[in-house]
C-alpha cells in the first residue's frame, strides 16, 4: 500500500452550491442574479461538460455575469484529501463533504470497465453487524454536490464506465440526493450516461425501494446476506422494518433482467437486479442456506454476487474459504440462479467500507 495522493479542500464561505443543480434550476439561478435564461445552460455545460474548477473559467460567461456568480455561488467541489493505492491498481479516496466529513470512494479498473464506488450518507443507521461503517454510527446526510463531487474530482474521471452506490452509507436513506445526484449523471444536460452504468445497492427499505423503482431507471442491488429472516435480523437490524418475503413481493411486480454484462449493455431496455450476498464460514455457507435463497429467488429474473467478507477489527465474523464459495455458486449456478463470485480487490488498502475514514478520524482524535 502506498499513499499517492494529497488534495486541497475548497473553502465555501456560506455561498451557495452550484454542482448538483439541474439545468431549470441553474437557469433559474441566472435569472435570479439578473442574467439571461441562456447564461443558465452555459452554466450547466461548464460543469456538467467541462468540469471546470472554478467560476473564473466559464470564460463565456462575461466578466460582471461571472462575478455576480462568483459573489453568491461556488462550483461546490473538492479534491481528495487523501488517497492510497493497491497493489491490483485499485485505488481508495478520501473526501472532505461540504459540512466537513470524511466520506471514501474507491475506483476499481478492470481491463476494459472501470468502477467507481460511492458513498451516500457520513456513517449509516443501519447498524448491520458486519459493517464498519455502521459502528461509525449516522452522522450526516451527504448532498447531491458531495456525491457527484466523488465523480467530478475523481483524477480518472474520464476512464470511468460505471458507478455503484454501494459505499458508505445506505442510499434508500438518503434518496433525495441520491435520485438528484443519478439524474444529473443520466440527463441529457448532465453526464447524459446510460442508468445501466449506475447500480443502487441497499438493504431494504420499503418506501425508499418502491419510490426508487417507480422514479429511476439505474439498476437495483439488494444486500441480502442470509435467506432466512430470523437470522437476517441478527445480522441487518433494517429486516425487522422491512422483511426479505414483503421485499420480494415488491420485486415482483416489475421486470428485470439478468442476461449477461455484454448482452445487458448492448441490448435491453430493463433495470438489472443483483442480490449481493456476503459468505460468512458458518453462517450462511451451508446447502440449507443455498436452497432457501433458490426458493426464495426463483419468482425473480435476478443474479447473485457472492462477496468475500473483508474482515475489520474486532469481528466475530470469518469469510468462508474458496472452495466454499465456489460449491455454493455452483449450487445455485445448477438449479437456475445466475450467480457469480465477486473478485476480491483492494486487501491491502483498508479494503472494508469505513476503513479508511475511521483511521483518519482516530488520527484526528489523537
Known amino acids: 500500500m502506498k499513499l499517492i495522493y494529497k488534495g486541497t479542500i ?32 452555459q452554466i450547466c455545460g461548464w460543469i456538467y461538460d467541462k468540469h471546470v474548477r472554478s467560476i473564473d473559467r466559464m470564460t463565456n460567461l462575461s466578466k460582471d455575469a461571472r462575478k ?33 466529513h470524511y466520506i471514501e470512494s474507491v475506483y476499481i479498473p478492470d481491463g476494459k470497465r472501470a468502477t467507481l464506488c460511492v458513498s451516500s450518507q457520513v456513517g449509516c443507521k443501519m447498524n448491520c453487524a458486519f459493517c464498519m461503517t455502521g459502528r461509525q454510527g449516522f452522522m450526516n446526510q451527504l448532498t447531491a454536490a458531495d456525491i457527484l463531487n466523488q465523480i467530478y474530482s475523481l483524477p480518472e474521471r474520464t476512464t470511468l464506465t460505471n458507478v455503484v452506490f454501494m459505499g458508505q452509507g445506505e442510499p434508500f436513506d438518503n434518496l433525495d440526493n441520491v ?43 439488494i444486500s441480502l446476506h442470509h435467506p432466512f429472516p430470523e437470522e437476517r435480523l441478527k445480522m441487518m437490524p433494517a429486516e425487522k422494518a422491512f422483511g426479505l418475503e414483503d421485499m420480494i413481493e415488491v420485486l415482483k411486480r416489475y421486470d428485470f ?34 436452497d432457501a435463497l433458490v426458493r426464495l429467488l426463483r419468482p425473480l429474473d435476478c443474479r447473485v454476487n457472492l462477496i468475500r467478507f473483508h474482515k475489520i477489527p474486532d469481528s466475530p465474523f470469518e469469510g468462508t474459504d474458496d472452495e466454499a464459495m465456489v460449491h455454493f ?26 476503513m479508511l475514514t475511521t483511521k483518519k478520524l482516530e488520527e484526528e482524535r489523537a
Not at 18 to 37: I, Q, R, S
Not at 76 to 96: A, F, H, M, N, W
Open 10 to 41: 475548497y473553502g465555501y464561505e456560506q455561498k451557495k452550491v452550484l454542482l448538483g443543480l439541474t439545468l431549470d434550476e441553474l437557469t433559474e439561478v441566472a435569472v435570479g442574479l439578473g442574467l439571461p435564461k441562456f447564461v443558465g445552460k
Open 68 to 100: 455576480r456568480l462568483s459573489d453568491n455561488y461556488v462550483i461546490g467541489i473538492s479534491t481528495p484529501v487523501e488517497s492510497v493505492q493497491s497493489k491490483d491498481g485499485t485505488i481508495k479516496y478520501l473526501y472532505r463533504t461540504i459540512q466537513g
Open 179 to 221: 435520485l438528484r445526484a443519478t439524474a444529473a449523471m443520466t440527463a441529457p444536460w448532465g453526464y447524459a450516461w446510460s442508468p445501466k452504468r449506475i447500480t443502487v445497492s441497499t438493504v431494504g427499505l420499503a418506501k425508499g425501494l418502491e419510490r426508487f423503482l417507480e422514479e429511476s431507471a439505474c439498476s437495483l442491488a
Open 329 to 354: 455458486r455452483d449450487y445455485l449456478t445448477r438449479r437456475g440462479i445466475t450467480t457469480t463470485i465477486r473478485a476480491s480487490r483492494g486487501q491491502d488498502i483498508y479494503a472494508a467500507c469505513g
Open 257 to 290: 433482467c439478468s442476461k449477461t454484462d455484454e448482452d445487458y449493455e448492448e441490448g435491453t431496455k430493463q433495470r438489472r437486479l443483483t442480490f449481493e450476498y456476503i459468505v460468512f464460514r458458518d453462517l450462511n455457507d451451508s446447502d440449507r442456506h443455498a
